[in-house]
């Protein structure tokens, strides 16, 4: 089974409208923690925001927001106020064992964002 | 730039030939990670190190790769005898651990084409 399943291979939104970028998970650990990664073309993955499975209030960094729901399993990244330069890849990532354990960082297949003027 | 490099940027081979790759990490970064990433596909964990000591490998680790952090600071990652399956991004990261696992920075990646 897949542990980070992103439904959207790409997505349009209009310049300073929000989206939402869909991303659900799959484990049995309960501690572990959630990521969002931005790839421009450069290539460089940039760190967007940081959930942890503990956390009681969702984390949100900027423009960023991620909506978590932890019975659905699901951690959805809310971009508010889309600009050009958030047409990228945008991947959704998972480290399970957040205590002392594996150091993986497990990754979805992406979604493509294209900001349209 | 303080970032986190990688060198070369781009190499074309030809299957069976040997390739190294490099990375500098951030300078104060005690963990290095290496990914795979494929066309389509978001990257895939390969192996990571704490100073010197290579503490994971995932089985995508076969017996042509190989990585190394000799003194701690930069890391290399051969593959020989290169495949065309082989072809692929290999990204780079590191982090700064002390107790908490920290955000991980990547460099831009090293786009590895095999003829």
């Known amino acids: 089974a897949q542990k980070i399943t992103q439904t959207q291979p790409g997505m349009f939104v209009q310049e300073k409208e929000a989206v939402t970028l869909d991303c659900t998970y799959d484990?049995?650990?309960?501690?572990?923690?959630l990521f969002w990664y931005k790839q421009p073309s450069s290539g460089e993955m940039i760190f967007l925001i940081y959930?942890?499975?503990?956390?009681?209030q969702n984390a949100t960094e900027g423009r960023y927001s991620l909506n978590f729901q932890k019975a659905r399993k699901s951690a959805n990244l809310v971009i508010s106020a889309s600009q050009l330069g958030d047409s990228a890849m945008y991947f959704c990532?998972?480290?399970?064992?957040?205590?002392?354990?594996?150091?993986?960082?497990?990754f979805g297949k992406g979604t493509k964002l294209t900001v349209n003027p | 730039d303080t970032g986190v490099s990688q060198d070369p940027r781009h190499k074309i081979t030809k299957r069976g030939q040997n390739v190294t790759f490099r990375c500098d990490p951030i300078?104060?970064?005690?963990?290095l990670y290496w990914y795979r990433q494929t066309l389509g596909q978001g990257p895939e964990f390969l192996t990571y190190?704490?100073?010197?000591?290579?503490?994971?490998k995932s089985r995508l680790l076969s017996d042509r790769f190989s990585a190394e952090r000799p003194k701690g600071s930069f890391s290399t990652l051969e593959i020989q005898r290169t495949e065309q399956g082989d072809s692929a991004m290999y990204l780079c990261?590191?982090?700064?651990?002390?107790?908490?696992?920290?955000?991980?920075?990547f460099g831009e990646g090293s786009r590895l084409t095999v003829l």
């Open positions: 959930q942890g499975s503990y956390d009681q």
């Open positions: 990532a998972m480290r399970e064992g957040m205590q002392g354990g594996s150091e993986k960082l497990v």
């Open positions: 484990t049995s650990d309960p501690s572990y923690g």
């Open positions: 990261a590191s982090s700064f651990f002390s107790g908490n696992t920290g955000e991980l920075f």
């Open positions: 300078s104060e970064h005690n963990r």
């Open positions: 190190f704490q100073n010197e000591a290579q503490l994971e």
